[in-house]
């Protein structure tokens, strides 16, 4: 299984209403120091409907502003619709991190 696709089967695990950082992404993924690889998956998923991509943020809970199905206020207004709340523009990473 290649890097992108082990990084779609982690993602596919985040549960709608919660997020996980790039970093958390890569450490699930054996690859600790590979967050912007994970950001390069993540920015040419297959299937943004099965794997959804827009749960994935910056460590400190801010959204991409390169999101690549929409840009960062897609991103935000689809986790706002999965009851994630946003504080000075981040997420609360101990209350919507896994």
């Given amino acids: 299984m290649s890097f992108f696709d082990e990084v779609y089967e982690v993602v596919k695990t985040v549960p709608k209403g919660r997020v996980i950082s790039y970093g958390g992404v890569a450490a699930r993924c054996g ?17 943004p409907e099965r794997i959804p991509c827009h749960r994935v943020v910056t460590k400190d809970g801010r959204c991409s502003a390169a999101f690549a199905f929409g840009g960062e206020n897609e991103q935000i207004a689809r986790l706002l619709a999965e009851g994630v709340e946003f504080a000075d523009g981040k997420v609360d990473m101990e209350k919507y991190g896994v």
Avoid: E, F, T, Y
Wanted: no cysteine.
């Fill in 31 to 47: 690859k600790p120091s590979a967050a912007r690889q994970v950001g390069w998956a993540l920015h040419v998923n297959p299937d």
